[in-house]
């Protein structure tokens, strides 16, 4: 039951007061105030309670005011049933939406995480492990995440044509410093049914000159992404500007690292320089990002 607030308990004695006088001084019995109902959450099983879970961490959940979940998955059309792919998911920052929602919806969740055979980094390795832990420790939350690879030599992500959906979220610039991009684009064309989607979340460079084949920096033109899919059989469907960032100069001195949430004061695999002003950095947020849907034609 809530406590009155203390103006409300004062409310409560005067009125008290008045009707003893109105009765004569006869006693009356108190009157309690309606107990306040607590706010019903979301429906079980819908995308607004996938997203408000309470299994999420705190730290992920602060994360969605920068990247939108349920508008984002609503722009790629996620439903329930479906077939989904995520490619690279790392520590399941979207699985851990994913798998709950389409656990309790009749569907089904591929997670293409690193390639780790021989000769894999013992960072990937360990990455996947955990995921593996993680999604695989609660079953009755998650349902059954099936695990596949994407890599360089890795085979088909899911049997072909069986995708419904498949989401590349900021991992095209990775593929692009690894040459793998196009083989992500012919692997997810492969993955869909005809009509799937792709949706494809990335870090926006601004137009102009020559993209940087390695994406060093870790933004991407937006024409050039589209071309990577046009190249492999996609139809451009939408875009949608829900995870832009217009305060996003994109100069950054260790690329799109510099900016929350990696933080990064030196350059990538060297030590933190504690000198180095974030101040300007932090004020930006997270990057500035293209929202992108395209279709495997029918």
Not at 135 to 141: A, I, M, Q, V
Not at 143 to 155: A, D, I, L, N, R
Not at 258 to 271: D, E, K, M, V, Y
Request: glycine residues 10%; positive net charge; proline residues 8%.
């Amino acid at each position: 039951m809530s406590e009155l607030s203390p103006w409300a308990s004062r409310r409560g004695v005067i009125a008290g007061v008045s009707a003893l006088v109105l009765a004569g001084c006869r006693r009356e019995p108190e009157k309690k105030a309606p107990a306040k109902q607590a706010p019903a959450g979301p429906p079980e099983g819908s995308l607004e309670w996938a997203v408000a879970g309470a299994w999420r961490s705190p730290s992920d959940r602060a994360r969605d005011a920068w990247r939108h979940p349920k508008e984002t998955l609503e722009f790629f059309g996620l439903a329930p049933g479906q077939t989904v792919v995520e490619f690279w998911p790392g520590a399941g920052w979207w699985t851990e939406i994913l798998a709950p929602y389409l656990a309790r919806n009749k569907g089904t969740l591929y997670a293409a995480n690193f390639q780790v055979g021989a000769g894999a980094e013992p960072a990937q390795v360990e990455i996947v492990d955990r995921f593996r832990k993680r999604f695989g420790s609660d079953k009755k939350l998650y349902g059954e995440v099936k695990m596949t690879e994407f890599g360089p030599t890795s085979g088909p992500v899911v049997p072909a044509g069986t995708a419904d959906l498949v989401m590349f979220m900021r991992n095209l610039h990775n593929w692009m410093a690894a040459g793998i991009a196009e083989k992500a684009f012919a692997d997810a064309f492969a993955a869909l049914k005809p009509g799937g989607v792709l949706g494809i979340e990335q870090h926006r460079a601004d137009i102009g000159g020559t993209q940087d084949s390695a994406a060093t920096s870790g933004y991407v033109q937006e024409p050039y992404v589209k071309q990577l899919a046009a190249e492999a059989g996609f139809a451009f469907v939408a875009s949608s500007e829900v995870n832009a960032n217009p305060k996003d100069t994109k100069d950054h001195p260790f690329g799109v690292w510099t900016l929350p949430p990696q933080r990064l004061t030196a350059p990538r695999g060297q030590p933190a320089n504690p000198a180095f002003d974030r101040s300007k950095y932090d004020a930006i947020g997270e990057s500035d990002r293209m929202t992108l849907k395209f279709r495997k034609p029918a």
